[in-house]
């Protein structure tokens, strides 16, 4: 393997872990987030020669994420099970115990639109910049700050949070976010 091969391997290496949160973050399975991480690894490898040495490799890894995920979530909504209903009626509890106050915040999380879950999920759980998470969504500054505005006062009424609060500083929920496995490698 060539040297630039190898540099790229350890930097599409060092992001899984960012990758494998927002991806648990848009599917909300586990299970389906790994397989999404592989898939967006797999995607990067093959075009490794339209990357260019330098840039942001978190984004350009987190746009293909997202890219891939809107792409199989389209794909999924249409088919159709044995009993002819369509994938997206169908539910399954969830499969682990988890902490209660974690299992709130899922909750939470998912009752918002999946474009402010998206980019709070970008600038508050991974850390990214207003403008990397503006570059990883294809739009402008402006939107990614409004949707994360929305998204965090949505998500405090959700939880039933003073509009005064900052949830990430409440102690219950920052030990949710802390005990997290699918959110705790977002918070470094």
């Known amino acids: 393997m060539k040297g630039s091969a190898i540099a790229f391997k350890d930097e ?3 992001a899984i872990p960012a990758l494998r949160a927002f991806a648990v973050s848009l599917c909300g399975s586990v299970d389906r987030a790994d397989d999404l991480v592989q898939e967006t690894l797999m995607k990067a490898w093959e075009n490794m020669s339209i990357y260019t040495p330098g840039t942001n490799i978190r984004a350009w890894l987190f746009t293909i994420l997202r890219n891939t995920f809107y792409s ?3 794909k999924r909504r249409h088919e159709v099970n044995d009993a002819g209903q369509t994938a997206e009626t169908l539910s399954t509890p969830p499969d682990q115990l988890a902490h209660l106050d974690f299992a709130d915040l899922h909750m ?7 474009d ?5 999920i970008l600038v508050g759980a991974s850390g990214h910049s207003y403008e990397e998470a503006a570059e990883i969504c294809n739009c402008k500054v ?4 409004s949707r994360v ?12 949070l003073d509009a005064t609060e900052d949830f990430t500083t409440d102690q219950k929920w ?6 997290s496995p699918s959110l705790a490698s977002c918070s470094d």
Do not use: C, M, V
């Open 108 to 114: 939470a999380l998912q009752k918002l639109p999946p």
């Open 174 to 179: 920052r030990a949710a976010l802390d005990a």
């Open 142 to 145: 402006g939107t990614i700050k």
């Open 116 to 120: 402010q879950r998206e980019a709070l």
């Open 72 to 74: 199989q979530h389209r």
């Open 12 to 14: 599409l290496l060092a």
């Open 149 to 160: 505005s929305r998204g965090r006062t949505r998500l405090g009424e959700l939880l039933g």
